[in-house]
């Protein structure tokens, strides 16, 4: 039990610092829902970061570290997915990918190369070509899209949904991760400039200690989510899915509660965090859905 | 970063559950219910001997002290298995977490001789003498009085709230001896010193933990007080670090959820709502846990403790209520006779968010000092 990063993780997460500093911010003129970011996405793919994953010195504690420091930038770029799942896949499945649960539209879905097709328990690959898919305009903060026509499935079996559900929840904790972490930042700054009856609202204990017990969830969410990237065990992997979903819905409310009006605008960033945690609480079942997950292999020998 | 324990890691923890598999009676269970009582305070010196005997009590003091210089993971990992039965130790679980390394760092040469080997051989219980009736949350508040006179001190107070006080041998005592924040001080005060009356609180967290204890003009010699007069902030602070994920309250309530988990599976009760909110549970059990080791991990490298810590301690407060609840929705029955270790964890549970200091302290230090919030003004 170590907690210090590697020399070759504390270079490549400062590599990331380096790589994320000119997208930190939104663009004062954006006003909309999901913020596209393709120069980023290029960026990534050009410093062959998707690949974290598959380098042994790095492996899939580090490419979740990533996905969850890159969660905190106010852009849409499909990256967990890329990062802890596709090194899943054979190499015939290429990124980016998307996620369709139960028909419904999928993150990213637009722009995917590869489809993840959720059905119920069965889990199964898609080739995504051009017009097969339309664009869904939504509230959530990513890039949706819908097939316009039932897509061609290679069925996993069960045994390889049963290891991309694993890491799909990982995928999924990850991101909710950063994006908690984020949205709380950005709360802690509205707290601390916005002043009513001649205080800074962060100076109310009320406020405080709702802030501090958000930061507690949070915090959580990422030590669990870390433990599953690097045990790769199912039920750390359920556990960690379940805390952030169970967390991202007390936590989001929190925060829109804080901000007040100025959280329902879209000139301020925080739903850009927010909404895609909201895409993602209803992924792989819910909260519901994970919790009986986890229970099933954590306490199978109870 | 590695979450794998290592190979001389999982020896040692096999190493402690062994010797709990064979020193435990098979009527231990019964005893944990109430920490402070004279069942458990005499079962503790006698298991505590063992422990000491088998190298287990104090494996990461100094072995100039009686231990074996072992790291603080091996000191986590012992604290862990022991909470997770039920912590056989009793209060000397103090003894070994913070009053023997505070007496290291402070505590003169005649401090450390007299009290230090009683508390390494596992023979001796110490109580913790800083909440008074006025005094909580808000130390800085506290009236007892310790005032000079000639070569002693004579002392005049009340504590409360004072856990193992029936049976401790030593108070490790906080005391005003001149105005102001500055001016509090900490005394070893032997609990036979005539002038002292301990009255135990009946309550909800089992029988003989939390007692009032009154000094009536106590005269203690000079050398009871530990460190400089005035210097209680510093040392406070430094055991109370320690004391803050001293205590691995997460082992223990993971452990009584697979445990009520189990009983309900066994009666095919665990139906699909429990089910759910057990995992719940799990979750910030395993939240806290992976807390408090960031923690050691930060004490392993010698790095100061910061704010993390009142992370964890708050992240075991959520996880000892949701584990708690889980068993009395739907485990009632162990409150009422049919599972004495439930019941155990369900009385220290309760006070999580209290004892050590009250949650709502960590939730202001994490938001002043965690999240950067600006203070509240005072």
């Not at chain 2, 719940?280 to 930060?298: K, M």
């Not at chain 2, 230090?365 to 999240?371: R, T």
């Amino acid at each position: 039990m170590d907690f210090t990063l590697s020399s070759d993780q504390s270079a490549l997460m400062s590599a990331l610092d380096r790589l994320a500093a000119p997208f930190e911010q939104k663009p004062t003129d954006f006003h909309g829902f999901a913020l596209a970011g393709p120069r980023l996405e290029q960026e990534l793919e050009n410093g062959e970061y998707f690949g974290i994953a598959r380098i042994p010195e790095l492996g899939a504690l580090t490419a979740a570290m990533a996905v969850e420091r890159l969660a905190w930038l106010p852009y849409s770029v499909e990256i967990a997915l890329s990062m802890l799942v596709h090194p899943q896949l054979g190499d015939e499945w290429q990124r980016p990918l998307a996620l369709v649960e139960n028909g419904r539209p999928g993150r990213f879905l637009a722009t995917a190369r590869t489809a993840l097709v959720v059905d119920g328990d069965h889990i199964g690959l898609a080739r995504v070509a051009a017009g097969e898919v339309v664009p869904v305009d939504s509230i959530f903060a990513y890039p949706m899209g819908r097939f316009s026509r039932t897509p061609q499935v290679t069925a996993c079996s069960a045994t390889d949904a049963a290891k991309l559900r694993k890491w799909l929840r990982i995928a999924l904790a990850a991101e909710i991760s950063g994006l908690l972490h984020a949205a709380i930042a950005s709360t802690v700054e509205h707290l601390s400039l916005r002043k009513q009856f001649g205080r800074q609202l962060g100076t109310f204990q009320a406020l405080r200690h709702r802030m501090a017990e958000c930061a507690v969830l949070a915090g959580g969410v990422r030590w669990l989510t870390l433990k599953a990237a690097a045990t790769a065990e199912d039920g750390d992997a359920a556990l960690a899915a379940l805390h952030a979903q169970d967390s991202a819905t007390r936590i989001v409310y929190d925060l829109h509660q804080m901000l007040g009006a100025m959280g329902m605008t879209l000139e301020h960033p925080l739903h850009l965090w927010t909404y895609r945690v909201k895409a993602l609480l209803s992924e792989l079942g819910g909260r519901s859905g994970q919790a009986q997950a986890a229970a099933r292999y954590c306490f199978a020998g109870a | 970063m590695d979450f794998q324990w290592d190979a001389a890691q999982q020896e040692f923890r096999t190493t402690v559950r062994t010797f709990l598999e064979q020193h435990l009676p098979a009527d231990w269970e019964s005893l944990a219910h109430g920490p402070g009582s004279e069942t458990q305070s005499t079962f503790s010196k006698r298991f505590c001997a063992q422990l000491a005997q088998a190298g287990l009590l104090v494996p990461h003091w100094p072995s100039r002290w009686g231990g074996r210089d072992a790291d603080a993971w091996t000191a986590f990992i012992l604290a862990e298995e022991m909470w997770a039965v039920g912590e056989p130790r009793g209060g000397q679980y103090m003894n070994v977490n913070w009053i023997g390394p505070t007496l290291m760092r402070f505590g003169t040469d005649e401090q450390q001789a007299t009290y230090i080997p009683p508390m390494a051989g596992g023979q001796t219980i110490w109580c913790q003498g800083f909440s008074e009736p006025e005094a909580g949350s808000d130390l800085a508040s506290l009236r007892t009085r310790a005032e000079r006179d000639g070569a002693a001190y004579r002392i005049n107070g009340q504590k409360i709230w004072t856990s193992y006080a029936g049976h401790a041998d030593t108070c490790f005592l906080l005391a005003r001896t001149a105005p102001g924040k500055t001016g509090m001080s900490i005394f070893l005060v032997p609990m036979d010193t005539p002038g002292i009356t301990v009255r135990q609180i009946p309550s909800i967290i089992g029988e003989g933990d939390i007692h009032e204890v009154f000094f009536d003009d106590v005269r203690v010699p000079a050398g009871a007080l530990l460190g400089a007069e005035g210097q209680a902030w510093e040392i406070a602070r430094n055991a109370l670090s320690l004391e803050r994920v001293g205590i691995p309250r997460f082992a223990l309530a993971a452990c009584s959820l697979r445990r009520a988990v189990s009983a309900l599976q066994r009666a095919g009760r665990l139906g699909q709502g429990a089910m759910e909110q057990s995992a719940r549970a799990l979750a910030a059990c395993e939240a806290a846990r992976l807390y408090s080791y960031h923690i050691v991990d930060q004490r392993q490298h010698g790095a100061p403790t910061g704010p993390e810590a009142s992370a964890a301690r708050y992240a075991t407060v959520m996880a000892e209520r949701l584990a708690g609840d889980f068993v009395v929705e739907h485990c009632p029955d162990a409150l009422a006779g049919s599972d004495p270790l439930l019941l155990a964890h369900h009385q220290r549970a309760i006070v999580a968010g209290i004892a050590s200091g009250a949650a709502e302290i960590q939730l202001n230090l994490i938001a002043s000092e965690l999240l950067r919030l600006p203070r509240e003004p005072r």
